[in-house]
C-alpha cells in the first residue's frame, strides 16, 4: 500500500500541510493491522511475552506516534520518506529484535526476522541491510530510549505473582486473558493512551480479569482494595480505567 492515491495530483505531496493532514490519515488508518502484525509476528517467532510486550511499548507507545507528528522534511531516509505499511511491518519487526536483544539470552537473529518478512510483507522485499539501517532509525527516533522498567507488562506480572502469595484465588486468575486485554488495548487507538499510566493500567487489566475470568463463588478476595495498596493507586481511578476496558473487551469488534 502507497501513502497516497495515484490519482492524486503530486503538487499536493509538495505542500507540507497537506501532506501533513494525508499522512496522519494514513498512520491512523494502518495503526491496527500493523499492530495486529506485530502481535501475529511475536506468536509466530515464539518470542516470550515480555520481549512481545516491549516490542510493543517501543513501537505502539513511542515510535509510531512520534513518526505519525514528523514533518514532511525531517524524513530523510527512504523507509521513512513516504510512509508505506509495509515499512512500519518492517520496524515492527524491528521493535521485537531490539526487545529480542535485550531480554532474550539468545536474541532472534535477522535471518530469522527475513524469512517472516518474506513470508509475510507482501509489498516490499527487504533486503538484511534494509533490517541494519531499520533498526538504526528506529533507535534515531527513540532517542535511544529502550528502557522496559516502567511498562505495564512488567507492573502486571508482578502483581499476579504477588496476589499469588497472599491469596489463593491468584491461581484462578487467567494470566492469558490479561494478555488478550493487552494485546486488544493496544490494538485499538481509543484505547492505546491508557499505556501512559502503566501502573494504574496494569492495576486495572488485572481487577478486569479478576472479573471476567474468577469463579464469582471466590470472590470473597478484596482485589481491589488489594491492588489500591500494592500499586498506591486510587480506587475511583482504578475502576474508571476498568470500566473503560471492560466496555471494550465486551464490545463486537467493528474491524
Request: proline letters at 5%; glycine letters at 2%.
Amino acid at each position: 500500500m502507497h501513502l497516497f492515491p495515484s490519482d492524486i495530483h503530486f503538487s499536493i505531496l509538495e505542500d507540507p500541510f497537506q501532506y501533513q493532514i494525508m499522512r496522519n490519515e494514513f498512520c491512523s488508518t494502518v495503526r491496527t493491522p500493523v499492530l495486529d502484525f506485530l502481535i501475529k509476528s511475536a506468536q509466530q517467532l515464539e518470542v516470550p511475552p515480555i520481549v512481545k510486550y516491549a516490542g510493543l511499548s517501543f513501537f505502539a507507545e513511542r515510535f509510531y506516534p512520534i513518526i505519525s507528528r514528523f514533518k514532511q522534511d525531517s524524513l530523510g531516509h527512504w523507509l521513512l520518506q513516504p510512509v508505506r505499511e509495509s515499512n512500519l511491518q518492517l520496524f515492527a519487526l524491528i521493535s521485537i529484535w531490539i526487545s529480542s536483544k535485550i531480554h532474550d539470552s539468545h536474541p532472534l537473529s535477522v535471518k530469522k526476522l527475513k524469512t517472516v518478512a518474506d513470508k509475510i510483507i507482501q509489498e516490499q522485499h527487504y533486503t538484511t541491510r534494509d533490517f541494519a539501517d531499520a533498526e538504526v532509525i528506529f533507535m534515531q527516533v527513540l532517542d535511544f530510549e529502550i528502557g522496559t522498567s516502567n511498562i505495564a507488562y512488567r507492573f502486571l506480572e508482578d502483581l499476579v505473582i504477588q496476589l499469588k502469595e497472599v491469596a489463593i484465588v491468584g491461581y484462578h486468575l487467567n494470566f492469558e486473558v490479561c494478555m488478550d486485554i493487552m494485546d486488544l488495548l493496544y490494538e485499538k487507538e481509543e484505547t492505546s493512551d491508557l499505556y501512559s499510566s502503566p501502573r494504574s493500567l496494569a492495576a486495572s487489566i488485572l481487577v478486569a480479569s479478576y472479573v471476567v475470568t474468577v469463579p464469582k463463588q471466590t470472590w470473597e478476595f478484596p482485589i481491589l482494595p488489594w491492588v489500591k495498596h500494592e500499586m498506591g493507586i486510587k480506587e475511583e481511578e482504578i475502576i474508571e480505567v476498568v470500566r473503560d476496558i471492560l466496555t471494550h473487551v465486551l464490545q463486537p469488534c467493528s474491524w
